[in-house]
């Protein structure tokens, strides 16, 4: 039998009732850093999905780049998301926690004035989210390679921590221009030590915070995500094909349960700069598209052997029951984009599920 977006497939030894991933969006509703009730209704609303990703949660107070965003490294935080978890098991759903350390994407503000840090001192061109508003980036500060094995750990602490809260697994943010992205990246990377020069040592952190997660939890509770041609956050790299090609080996090596892959620009556009299929090819495990994709282009991405998975983003956060919508080709509720950050239920918890026939 032929397999397609509502067909069931296995993650760590873990069924999925489907293969429609509920994409990691950050919204901003976590105001302590602590998952709040709201929260636990809008993950629990859309548990159908065949794997729900979280928003990016950061992985220590150093990690913090934007306001109202939770983290999964205290003990406080492990008891609200359980409250998530719990929910979201209880409806029949699969649940894994994004781990993100934003590096130089953040400001002073949020580290009683201490710069950020990240691979180099290289200021990224844009303006940070503070809760006093739009502040322009700020050099940040190069971390120093006795810090480095500091880096790992709190990734490491904060897997521990996503196993406290009972996630089914977590996800290695490595994508759109936050710390693991600019460690990979020629652009924002300018070391001469072992983290730098070569993709081999650019992808080390990478490489060697998966490995610490693995160790940690087991490889089939790990997925990493990866964005090879999107410019987010001022991210560049001269060759991301083979870059990316060897991201994927060696991040296959792991034995990591997918890789997930953001396949489009910052426009949401395809670039073709890089082949996808290429880094496919690299990844022996579940591989997981994501870049604006629907119903049809899902099927035949699966159907084609393009991809294992795919995930959707602003369709899941508009439409709690976007697998039953996609699978009785029911029209799908608007997006209110006004809404996608901060604010009250309005445009988070408040979208219709279809009625029950």
């Given at each position: 039998m032929s397999s397609d977006l509502f067909s069931p497939v296995y993650i760590g030894g873990s069924e999925l009732s489907n293969r429609m991933a509920m994409a990691p969006m950050t919204r901003n509703r976590a105001p302590e850093t602590i998952p709040t009730e709201l929260?636990?209704?809008?993950?629990?609303?859309?548990?159908?999905?065949?794997?729900?990703?979280?928003?990016?949660?950061?992985?220590?107070?150093?990690?913090?780049?934007?306001?109202?965003?939770?983290?999964?490294?205290?003990?406080?935080?492990?008891?609200?998301?359980?409250?998530?978890?719990?929910?979201?098991?209880?409806?029949?759903?699969?649940?894994?926690?994004?781990?993100?350390?934003?590096?130089?994407?953040?400001?002073?503000?949020?580290?009683?004035?201490?710069?950020?840090?990240?691979?180099?001192?290289?200021?990224?061109?844009?303006?940070?989210?503070?809760?006093?508003?739009?502040?322009?980036?700020?050099?940040?500060?190069?971390?120093?390679?006795t810090e480095i094995p500091g880096i790992v750990e709190q990734f490491r602490h904060a897997a521990t921590c996503a196993m406290q809260a009972d996630f089914d697994g977590v996800e290695i943010h490595a994508a759109n221009g936050y710390l693991l992205d600019q460690f990979l990246r020629d652009g924002t990377n300018q070391r001469n030590d072992a983290y730098g020069g070569s993709i081999g040592n650019r992808a080390r952190l990478l490489r060697e915070v998966t490995e610490a997660v693995v160790d940690e939890i087991g490889a089939g509770?790990?997925?990493?995500?990866?964005?090879?041609?999107?410019?987010?956050?001022?991210?560049?790299?001269?060759?991301?094909?083979?870059?990316?090609?060897?991201?994927?080996?060696?991040?296959?090596?792991?034995?990591?349960?997918?890789?997930?892959?953001v396949e489009v620009s910052m426009t949401g556009e395809p670039d073709a700069s890089v082949d996808m299929a290429e880094i496919r090819r690299h990844f022996p495990g579940i591989y997981m598209a994501n870049g604006g994709y629907d119903k049809t282009r899902g099927n035949a991405a699966i159907r084609e052997n393009r991809t294992d998975m795919?995930?959707?983003?602003?369709?899941?956060?508009?439409?709690?029951?976007?697998?039953?919508?996609?699978?009785?080709?029911?029209?799908?509720?608007?997006?209110?984009?006004?809404?996608?950050?901060?604010?009250?239920?309005?445009?988070?918890?408040?979208?219709?599920?279809?009625?029950a026939s």
């Amino acid at each position: 039998m032929s397999s397609d977006l509502f067909s069931p497939v296995y993650i760590g030894g873990s069924e999925l009732s489907n293969r429609m991933a509920m994409a990691p969006m950050t919204r901003n509703r976590a105001p302590e850093t602590i998952p709040t009730e709201l929260m636990v209704t809008y993950y629990a609303q859309r548990a159908a999905a065949g794997l729900i990703i979280t928003e990016g949660a950061q992985v220590s107070e150093q990690g913090i780049g934007y306001p109202a965003t939770p983290g999964i490294h205290n003990d406080a935080q492990v008891q609200g998301w359980k409250k998530v978890t719990g929910s979201v098991h209880a409806h029949g759903g699969h649940v894994f926690c994004q781990l993100w350390h934003c590096g130089r994407i953040s400001h002073p503000d949020y580290h009683g004035g201490a710069l950020p840090v990240a691979p180099s001192a290289i200021r990224a061109d844009g303006q940070a989210f503070t809760y006093e508003g739009l502040k322009d980036f700020v050099t940040p500060r190069a971390l120093e390679l006795t810090e480095i094995p500091g880096i790992v750990e709190q990734f490491r602490h904060a897997a521990t921590c996503a196993m406290q809260a009972d996630f089914d697994g977590v996800e290695i943010h490595a994508a759109n221009g936050y710390l693991l992205d600019q460690f990979l990246r020629d652009g924002t990377n300018q070391r001469n030590d072992a983290y730098g020069g070569s993709i081999g040592n650019r992808a080390r952190l990478l490489r060697e915070v998966t490995e610490a997660v693995v160790d940690e939890i087991g490889a089939g509770k790990v997925g990493v995500r990866i964005s090879p041609v999107n410019a987010f956050n001022d991210i560049r790299d001269s060759d991301p094909q083979t870059l990316f090609n060897h991201v994927a080996g060696m991040l296959g090596d792991t034995g990591i349960a997918y890789l997930h892959t953001v396949e489009v620009s910052m426009t949401g556009e395809p670039d073709a700069s890089v082949d996808m299929a290429e880094i496919r090819r690299h990844f022996p495990g579940i591989y997981m598209a994501n870049g604006g994709y629907d119903k049809t282009r899902g099927n035949a991405a699966i159907r084609e052997n393009r991809t294992d998975m795919v995930s959707f983003g602003v369709p899941f956060l508009s439409n709690p029951d976007l697998p039953r919508r996609l699978r009785q080709d029911a029209p799908l509720n608007e997006a209110d984009q006004a809404t996608f950050y901060g604010g009250d239920a309005h445009g988070y918890t408040d979208y219709p599920a279809l009625e029950a026939s």
